[in-house]
């Protein structure tokens, strides 16, 4: 460390914690990330894990510390109220405060929506960074994951989202299914992927059946396990891209991601007939958590 931090912004997930030392201006002085996501922790791990993740930083416990994601679901460290939406993503001046602790921490919202019910944790933040960007931004937010986020944006605010589980259960299936052994590679073979993604959009109600079908074919006619992967992906994608056709079809989606799983969703989106481009969401983050920590000051002073 060449510089003590003011203060310490985080986004702690279901399954990393990326964590920023960050200067009053908004500089960023390191960066660290750990696998140590909300689902591998209890309670009163939070802080030790933190603790872990700053144990070069003199006195880093003094420094404010400002989370995004699930560090604020039911089962994290301290549940975080929920906004409802319609809403401007939420910020730090109804963030919650880490009791008993020698940390300052502040855990920030999440928000909800009533029906159909549905619930976000971190990507408002991103979605908090994209509106500093370009205030006058209004459409479709696509933010990859573990659980799919498909996000309205009118005015500032955030009117509807739907959430799915595709990245979730692509994960299961491949690791703890019956098809682990048919899809065991990392290869992609990306005209299978296209073809499977123009089947699944077309009848959607098959997906299981086709999904069974990757191992019959690998026991029957030796389906490659790059291209049963690469069907695995479009299967599920497509199931999605199918039921959120009111949320692409008449205009450009921004995804907010740059990784492999982004650029799998702008390549589907442009076989279906859609268009989006990707932007990188670690960035946005950043930005909104910059905002809040701006926002925790004025309040202060």
């Known amino acids: 460390m060449t510089s003590f931090p003011d203060w310490i912004a985080v986004d702690w997930g279901t399954s990393h914690v990326r964590v ?16 140590k996501g909300m689902g591998k922790l209890t309670r009163d791990q939070f802080a030790p894990t933190l603790a872990e993740l700053l144990s070069d930083v003199p006195d880093a416990s003094s420094c404010p510390v400002i989370i995004c994601g699930m ?30 602790t020698d940390w300052d921490v502040r855990i920030l919202p999440g ?9 976000m944790r971190g990507e408002e933040t991103q979605i908090a960074g994209l509106l500093l960007e370009d205030q006058n931004f209004e459409g479709t937010l696509c933010l990859p994951g573990t659980h799919n986020k498909w996000v309205r944006i009118k005015a500032g605010q955030v009117t509807e989202f739907r959430t799915f589980m595709t990245g979730e259960i692509f994960a299961l299936i491949s690791t703890q299914s019956v098809l682990r052994h048919s899809v065991n590679t990392t290869d992609h073979d990306q005209k299978a992927f296209e073809a499977a993604l123009e089947s699944a959009m077309a009848d959607p109600s098959s997906i299981a059946a086709n999904l069974f079908s ?36 008449a205009e450009e989606v ?22 989006a481009r990707c932007v990188d969401a670690e ?17 202060a002073s």
Not at 111 to 116: A, D, R, T
Not at 258 to 266: I, L
């Open 20 to 35: 920023w030392l960050m200067t009053r201006d908004g500089q960023v002085l390191d960066r660290r990330d750990s696998d």
């Open 283 to 299: 960035t946005l983050t950043l930005a909104g958590l910059k905002s809040a920590y701006a926002k925790l000051g004025k309040a």
């Open 254 to 275: 921004l995804i907010l991601g740059e990784g492999d799983v982004a650029r799998a969703y702008e390549a589907a989106l442009a076989k279906a007939g859609g268009t």
């Open 214 to 249: 990757l191992r019959a074919e690998g026991l029957l006619h030796g389906l490659p396990t790059d291209t049963a992967r690469a069907r695995l992906s479009a299967l599920l994608i497509g199931a999605e891209l199918a039921a959120t056709r009111p949320f692409w079809q």
């Open 71 to 100: 560090a604020g679901a039911q089962q994290g460290w301290v549940e975080a109220p929920y906004v409802a939406t319609p809403c401007a993503p939420p910020g730090a001046e109804i963030a919650t405060r880490v009791p008993e």
């Open 111 to 119: 928000v909800k929506q009533m029906h159909p019910a549905d619930v």
